[in-house]
């Protein structure tokens, strides 16, 4: 499936504009705050539904407006789909050829898109929280089960933190009876999302292993999953744990507290890795991703590369593009086309940026 254009309606900086992509590489040119970086974050709520910058919906409707709306173009051979994402206080809306999604669920996994952006590496390498929403989100796309228990298992987590609150400080015997229940749940739940999560954090290191070799030769790159309680252990744990997290009003153990561990050749990468090797490394999983997704659903999804190419040398660029298939859609924003190597220029289809507003399609 391939995005062959998209509307921007009072998002973020673009008051009203349509846009055309073409089916391989596409660049994105122009001075800084134009909108190149917002244009790509466009392209990722069609995909997910969400941001790749902001947990805030509102941060993306222009400022003294009270809505916004992105609407993509699709082709898949001979067939068309078009959808539509608009938000507004009053909440957010997927349509699909004008048919409204019931949940944002049900929409999750028809436009796949993987984004690169140099804020990844705050997210890699920064708090575990931010890498458990980064591969989970990813994990959404490969399979509507993972996004089901990950769904109920971060409902019941918040129901349970409630009565834990609540026991805090009334000790209530019909409360901790509705905590037996959920907690239940909770293990059934969080022992499903345990397991999705190893399983595909092996196919996605076979995938890496390869990958990040054509990136970076003597590098061996892995992920690691360190569990909180072991898999078929987390009822044990909960119980163990009850009392601290009574007093915590918070839950201890389970797959929200659980941590992705990057390794370079066996050592910690956020202790023990240049800024380089970290950007490699994100580049490298994020390739391994568009891979996988591919493997799993048998279709790429779209590549987002957010001024990733004016850090590499033209050497890099190079093999950066050869690790793509051909047929993967991908949009890479650049300052300015010097920054690119002139190869990857020439057939890539080219969008202009100005200053004020103004775009056109280059080439």
């Known amino acids: 499936m391939k995005l062959f254009g998209i509307e921007l309606i009072n998002f973020r900086c673009f008051a009203e504009k349509n846009f055309n992509f073409g089916d391989n590489l596409n660049i994105i040119f122009g001075p800084n705050a134009v909108g190149k970086t917002s244009l790509l974050e466009a392209v990722h709520v069609l995909g997910l539904t969400k941001s790749n910058r902001t947990n805030n919906d509102q941060d993306m409707i222009q400022n003294g407006k009270d809505y916004f709306l992105v609407k993509g173009f699709f082709n898949k051979g001979e067939i068309s789909d078009t959808v539509l994402v608009c938000y507004s206080g009053k909440g957010k809306q997927v349509k699909r ?30 708090a575990s929280s931010k890498r458990r929403r980064e591969f989970d989100m990813a994990f959404c796309q490969l399979s509507k ?40 749940r909770l293990i059934e739940a969080g022992e499903r999302v345990i397991q999705d999560r ?36 987390y009822d ?38 240049s800024q380089g090797q970290q950007r490699n490394a994100v580049l490298s999983i994020k390739l391994a991703l ?31 593009i050869k690790t793509l298939n051909k047929y993967v859609q991908t949009i890479i924003t650049t300052a300015t086309l010097s920054d690119i190597d002139k190869g990857l220029v020439n057939q890539a289809k080219l969008i202009e940026l100005k200053e004020g507003g103004g775009y056109r399609d280059a080439k």
Do not use: M
């Open 97 to 126: 050829n004008n048919e409204i999604f019931r949940s944002l669920g049900e929409y999750i996994g028809f436009f796949n898109a993987v984004s690169f952006a140099p804020s990844d590496l705050i997210t890699f390498f920064g």
């Open 290 to 320: 568009v891979e996988l997704i591919y493997q799993t659903k048998g279709e790429y999804p779209i590549l987002l590369l957010d001024d990733v190419f004016s850090e590499l040398d033209k050497i890099r660029q190079n093999q950066l």
């Open 198 to 233: 190893q399983r595909y954090l092996k196919q996605l290191n076979l995938i890496l292993k390869r990958i990040h070799k054509q990136i970076a030769e003597q590098e061996e790159l892995k992920i690691n999953y360190h569990a909180s309680c072991s898999l078929g252990n």
């Open 145 to 184: 089960q993972f996004l089901y228990w990950s769904t109920i298992y971060n409902r019941l987590l918040k129901e349970r933190n409630v009565l834990l609150k609540t026991l805090s400080f009334d000790d209530n015997v019909k409360t901790k009876k509705l905590l037996e229940v959920i907690d239940q």
């Open 236 to 273: 044990k744990s909960l119980k163990a744990n009850f009392e601290n997290d009574i007093k915590r009003g918070s839950t201890s153990v389970g797959p929200h507290r659980d941590n992705f561990v990057l390794t370079i050749n066996d050592k910690d990468l956020c202790v023990y890795g």
